[in-house]
């Protein structure tokens, strides 16, 4: 698989997204529903903390990547939908932080909406992941 990711920006000198990513001779696809905050009991956590959630939800994707098969690096598209559009573009960093440290560049749509599936949660990602075919 060749994968030329297309537009990179950067915000606070950080990398935020890419504008387009092409994959070339892809593999396999990951389609991965929307992820929350939830503790290991199943219940939203950090409640009424951004930050919190922000972290916990990466994390909580990370597993299902890896227990794919997958990483977060195989990630080309993530959409983060909130409840407080001003408060998640607050604590984006957290975001930009914890994707970079798992080597995911991805593109990305953020989006407010009025309402989750939880009214405690403040933020859910779903994503798409491709790899290479395997030999």
């Not at 000198?13 to 890419?18: C, D, E, L, P, R």
């Not at 407080?84 to 080597?103: F, I, M, P, Q, S």
């Not at 990602?125 to 491709?130: P, R, T, Y």
Request: negative net charge; proline residues 3%.
């Amino acid at each position: 698989m060749k994968r030329t990711d297309i537009g990179p920006r950067v915000i606070a000198g950080k990398f935020a997204y890419n504008r387009a990513i092409r994959v070339d001779d892809p593999g396999s696809w990951l389609f991965v529903s929307g992820h929350e905050a939830r503790g290991d009991d199943g219940r939203i956590a950090h409640r009424g903390d951004m930050a919190g959630q922000l972290a916990l939800t990466v994390k909580r994707l990370d597993e299902t990547v890896t227990e794919s098969g997958m990483t977060m690096a195989d990630i080309v598209q993530i959409r983060i939908v909130t409840t407080d559009l001003t408060e998640c573009k607050k604590h984006y960093g957290v975001l930009l932080d914890e994707l970079a440290r798992r080597e995911c560049r991805p593109t990305s749509l953020l989006a407010q909406v009025d309402a989750l599936s939880d009214p405690d949660m403040l933020v859910e990602i779903e994503a798409v992941a491709v790899q290479g075919k395997r030999a």
